[in-house]
C-alpha cells in the first residue's frame, strides 16, 4: 500500500486487515513502493497517483515499472480524479485497476474490485469508463440506451454475471446484448474479461479524443 | 590638388598681404584689412578640406578685389609717377577682376566645378570677355566720374560686347549653382542653402541701404551693414558650409528668417495702408492714423507670420514637412480608427528615410520593443550614439536609434518624435496593459491550479478519509445504529462529489491530460452531438491559454445549448503557426450577442475571439490564442 497521507494510509490498512487480507508493507513515495514490492513481491500494489517527491505522477510512473519488473504483482491506482497521462498503456491490461479514492468507502464494491484485480482482472472508476464510453460519439450513435450501459461496465471490467446482477438482467438476455455490442462495434469477444476490456478499451481509444 | 590649392591660396593672401602693407592711407588700408577676412576663411576650408577647391577660390574673391584696388591707388600714383604711368591705360578696364573670385566661387561651390563642357566654358568665356573690356578700354581716363575714351571705331563694340560676356558668364554661374541644387543630394543642398542665406542676408541689406540712403542716411552708414555682410557674413557662410554644414538647422534659420522678413514687410504694407487710409478718409493728418495702423499691423503680424511661416516650410524645408505630415497624417489615421498605433514604427522609418530605424519603449528602466521584447544591446536610460529620446516631463517614454545619425537626421528625428509622441505614447500604454493582463492571467492560472490541487488533496482527501473513519467505526457499532452511519457515509461521499465538480469548475484536472482529452469529457457531457476534431499536433500554449482555449469550447457550447436550441455541434482545434485556433460551430438560431466575459478571457492571454451569428444562420466562435 503507497500513499503519502498517513490517514488515508492507516485507515485503508485497517479496512483491508478486516476485510481479511494481509498488508505487508505501508509505504509514502515512489521509491520506498518499488522497493517494497521487490522484497515481497505482494499480489497486489495498491498505488495513489500523486506522490512525493514531486506531488504529480510519480504513483502512475512507479506502476509502470512495477508492471515491467513485476508482472506478477496486480496493481490498483487510487487518485482524487481522473489523470491518465501516465497509465494510458496499462488500462485494459490483465491485473490493472483505476479507480478513485472515495470508491473505498463503498466496501463491498472496493472489495469486489480488489479481488478481481488481484486475480487477473480489470477494474475501471465507472467515472472514467463513462467517460471514455461517451467520448467516442460513433458508439454512442449505434448503440440502444441499453447496450451503453452494458459496454460501460464491461470497460469496468465486470463479468457478464455481475453485469447481469447489476442491471437487474438474467445472464442470457446481457450474453445477447454483449453480441450485439461486439458485432455493432466489430470487435472479437473471446470470451476472457481483460481481453474484453482491452478491446472495449482500444476501441473507445482512450489515447485521443 | 591639395598643393595646387595651397599654391592659388598662398597667391591670394600674398596679393591681399601686399596691398594691406603697401596701402597709400589708412583707408585704403582699412579696406583692404576686410579683405583678409576672405583670406582667412579661405585657409581654413583649405586646412580642414585639402580637396575642396573652394578655399582657393573664396581667397581668391578678396585678392582679386585686393589686385583692383592696389591698381586704382597705383594708377593714381601711389607709388610714383612712373608706375601710374604704366598703370593707368590699364585700371579703368580692370573692374571684371573684381567678380573674378566670385564666379569661381560659384562654379567651384561647394564640391568643385560641375561635369560638362558648358560649365567648363564659362571661365574662358569670362576671361574672353574682360579681355574685351581691357582692351576697348585701353588708355580711357575717367574725369569728373565720367569715362573719356580713346576714339577709334571698335573700341564701343568690344567693351559692350566684353560687359555682355561678363553678363552672360555671371548668369551661368549662378545657374550652375541652380542646377546643383537641383541635382545635389541632401548635403550639397544643405551647403547651397548657406550660401543662399547669406546671399539672400546681402540682398536684404543693400535694399535696406537704399531705403536708408532715401531717408537721408549717410552713404556710409547707410551701406556698411551690406559691404559688411559682403565681405563678412557670405564667406563665414561658405565656411560654416563646406566645414561645418550641419553646424544649425539652416532650413529652419532660413524658413523662419525668411518668413520674418516677409511677414514683416507684410505689416509694415499694412500699417502704411492703414495710415494713408485713415488720413483720407479724415481728411487731413492726425495722430489717430498711425496708432490705429500699428494696431492694425500688431494684429496682423501674429497669423500673417503663421501663414507666411507655414507656406516658407513647404517650399524651403520640403523633405521635412513632408516627413513631419507622413506621421501627423498617421495619427490623424489612428484616431479615425484606419490604423494601428503599433505601426507607428514603419511609418517612422519611411518618413525619416531610414528602414533600420528603431523605435524603443520605456518598460521600467528598460527599453524594449513594440513587440514588447527586451532589447539588451541597448544599455538602460542611456540615448547612446544615433539615439533620440523623447520625454514626457522628465520621464523617457521612448527612443529612436537611428542607423543613418548625422545632425540633420536628427533634428529631423527629433521633429518626428514630437509629431508621432500621441501614437508612441498610446502604443506604450496598450503594451503595458497587454502585459499586465498576461501577467494577471499567468497568476490566475497559477492560483488556479494551486487550489484544484488543494481542494482535491486536501479537503476531498480529508472527506474521504472521515468516510474511511465512519467505516471502521461501523463495525464497532451495534447493527441498529449502521444504517446512520451509512447515510453519514453518503452524504460524506456526495460532497467529495460535489467537490470535485467544483475543483473541476475551478479548473478542469483533464487538462493535465492535455486539451483533447480535457475536450472530450466536455463532448460526452452534452446532451446533442459534439463532434470533436483536435489534431495531433498543437502549438506548445501554457497553462493559462490550454485552459482559455478549453473555456472558449465549454462556454461556445453551453451558449449553442442554452440559447441557440442547437441539434448538432463541431468543435475543431488546431495550430496556425504558433497559435491554437479553437472554433466551435452550430447549427442553432444564431444572432449571438454577448460572450462578453470569454472575449475578455480570450483577451486576457494575448488572443482574439471572433463571433459570427446570423439570424437563422448557426452560430460560430473562433478563438485565435
Known amino acids: 500500500m503507497a500513499d503519502d497521507a498517513v490517514l488515508f494510509r492507516e485507515g485503508l490498512v485497517r479496512l483491508l486487515a478486516e476485510a481479511g487480507h494481509e498488508v505487508v508493507a505501508a509505504v509514502g513515495d515512489g521509491d520506498a513502493l518499488r522497493v517494497a514490492v521487490a522484497d515481497h513481491a505482494p499480489d497486489i500494489a495498491i498505488v495513489d497517483i500523486r506522490m512525493p517527491p514531486d506531488m504529480d505522477s510519480d504513483g502512475a510512473r512507479a506502476a509502470v515499472d512495477l508492471r515491467r519488473d513485476h508482472p506478477a504483482t496486480a496493481i490498483l491506482l487510487l487518485s482524487q480524479h481522473i489523470e491518465l497521462r501516465h497509465c494510458l498503456d496499462l488500462i485494459g491490461t490483465p491485473g490493472f485497476g483505476y479507480l478513485l479514492k472515495d470508491r473505498v468507502v463503498r466496501l463491498d464494491e472496493f472489495d469486489d474490485s480488489l479481488r478481481r484485480v488481484a486475480g487477473g482482472g480489470s477494474a475501471l472508476d465507472p467515472q472514467i469508463a463513462r467517460s471514455l464510453v461517451h467520448a467516442r460519439r460513433s458508439a454512442i450513435d449505434v448503440l440502444t440506451e441499453r447496450e451503453v450501459e452494458v459496454l460501460s461496465l464491461v470497460a469496468e471490467g465486470h463479468a457478464n454475471a455481475e453485469i447481469a446482477r447489476r442491471l437487474g438482467l438474467s445472464d442470457r438476455t446481457v450474453e445477447a446484448h454483449m453480441r450485439s455490442v461486439f458485432t455493432k462495434l466489430d470487435l472479437h469477444d473471446d470470451g476472457t474479461t481483460h481481453r474484453r476490456v482491452l478491446a472495449v478499451v482500444t476501441y473507445l481509444d482512450a489515447r485521443g479524443p | 590638388m591639395p598643393a595646387a590649392s595651397r599654391t592659388l591660396t598662398v597667391g591670394a593672401t600674398l596679393v591681399v598681404g601686399a596691398a594691406v602693407l603697401t596701402s597709400p592711407s589708412a583707408g585704403a588700408a582699412l579696406m583692404n584689412l576686410t579683405l583678409t577676412v576672405a583670406i582667412v576663411i579661405g585657409w581654413l576650408i583649405v586646412v580642414r578640406r585639402p580637396d575642396s577647391p573652394v578655399g582657393p577660390a573664396l581667397a581668391w574673391c578678396g585678392a582679386a578685389v585686393a589686385v583692383s584696388l592696389t591698381a586704382e591707388q597705383l594708377a593714381a600714383g601711389a607709388a610714383g609717377d612712373l608706375v601710374a604711368s604704366v598703370m593707368a591705360p590699364v585700371w579703368v578696364g580692370l573692374w571684371p577682376v573684381n567678380l573674378a573670385g566670385l564666379l569661381a566661387l560659384l562654379l567651384v561651390f561647394p564640391d568643385g566645378m560641375l561635369p560638362g563642357r558648358l560649365w567648363r566654358s564659362v571661365p574662358w568665356l569670362f576671361g574672353l570677355a574682360a579681355a574685351l573690356v581691357l582692351a576697348g578700354l585701353w588708355g580711357s581716363v575717367v574725369v569728373d566720374g565720367q569715362v573719356a575714351g580713346r576714339d577709334a571705331a571698335w573700341r564701343l563694340p568690344a567693351t559692350a560686347a566684353g560687359v555682355v560676356g561678363i553678363g552672360l558668364a555671371m548668369v551661368l554661374a549662378v545657374g550652375s549653382v541652380v542646377a546643383r541644387f537641383r541635382r545635389g543630394d541632401e548635403r550639397i543642398r544643405d551647403q547651397l542653402k548657406w550660401l543662399l542665406l547669406a546671399g539672400a542676408l546681402t540682398v536684404v541689406l543693400l535694399v535696406g541701404g537704399w531705403a536708408a540712403e532715401l531717408a537721408g542716411a549717410s552713404v556710409a552708414a547707410a551701406y556698411s551693414p551690406f559691404v559688411a555682410s559682403i565681405v563678412v557674413v557670405v564667406p563665414a557662410a561658405v565656411g560654416v558650409a563646406v566645414v561645418r554644414h550641419d553646424l544649425l538647422d539652416i532650413d529652419r534659420l532660413l524658413s523662419e528668417g525668411a518668413a520674418w522678413l516677409v511677414a514683416l514687410a507684410l505689416s509694415a504694407a499694412v500699417f502704411g495702408a492703414a495710415v494713408v487710409a485713415v488720413t483720407q478718409l479724415l481728411g487731413h493728418w492726425t495722430a489717430i492714423g498711425p496708432s490705429l495702423a500699428a494696431f492694425v499691423a500688431a494684429l496682423t503680424l501674429l497669423p500673417v507670420h503663421t501663414y507666411v511661416h507655414r507656406g516658407m516650410a513647404r ?22 480608427g484606419r490604423r494601428e498605433p503599433e505601426e507607428i514604427e514603419a511609418v517612422l522609418r519611411e518618413a525619416q528615410g531610414d528602414p533600420e530605424l528603431r523605435l524603443l519603449l520605456a518598460d521600467n528602466g528598460t527599453w524594449v520593443g513594440l513587440d514588447g521584447v527586451r532589447r539588451d544591446d541597448v544599455r538602460d536610460g542611456e540615448a547612446g550614439p544615433g539615439g533620440i529620446v523623447l520625454e514626457s516631463g522628465d520621464v523617457p517614454v521612448a527612443r529612436l536609434d537611428l542607423a543613418r545619425d548625422t545632425a540633420r537626421a536628427r533634428r529631423r ?210 478563438a485565435l490564442i
Open chain 2, 315 to 336: 517650399v524651403i524645408d520640403r523633405d521635412r514637412h513632408v516627413a513631419v505630415a507622413t506621421v501627423e497624417r498617421f495619427a490623424a489615421d489612428i484616431r479615425s
Open chain 2, 413 to 622: 528625428a527629433a521633429a518626428l518624435l514630437r509629431a508621432g509622441w500621441v501614437p508612441i505614447e498610446v502604443s506604450r500604454l496598450r503594451l503595458g496593459l497587454r502585459q499586465s493582463q498576461a501577467r494577471l492571467a499567468g497568476v490566475a492560472a497559477e492560483e488556479r491550479v494551486r487550489l484544484e490541487r488543494d481542494l482535491h488533496d486536501g479537503v476531498q482527501q480529508r472527506l474521504v478519509v472521515t468516510a474511511l473513519r465512519l467505516r471502521l467505526l461501523q463495525r464497532r457499532v451495534p447493527d441498529e445504529h449502521g444504517g446512520e452511519l451509512d447515510a453519514a457515509v453518503g452524504e460524506l461521499l456526495d460532497a467529495v462529489e460535489e467537490l470535485r465538480r467544483l475543483a473541476h469548475g475551478v479548473r478542469p484536472s483533464r487538462l493535465d491530460d492535455g486539451l483533447g482529452p480535457a475536450l472530450a469529457s466536455v463532448a460526452a457531457a452534452s446532451p446533442v452531438p459534439v463532434d470533436l476534431a483536435v489534431a495531433d499536433e498543437l502549438p506548445d500554449v501554457d497553462d493559462a491559454r490550454t485552459h482559455a482555449a478549453f473555456m472558449t469550447v465549454t462556454e461556445a457550447v453551453a451558449n449553442a445549448l442554452k440559447h441557440a436550441r442547437a441539434s448538432h455541434i463541431e468543435v475543431a482545434v488546431e495550430g496556425a503557426r504558433d497559435r491554437l485556433r479553437v472554433s466551435v460551430r452550430d447549427d442553432g438560431t444564431g444572432g449571438a450577442s454577448g460572450l462578453v466575459t470569454l472575449r475578455d478571457r480570450v483577451r486576457s492571454v494575448g488572443g482574439e475571439l471572433t463571433v459570427e451569428s446570423p439570424v437563422g444562420g448557426g452560430t460560430t466562435v473562433t
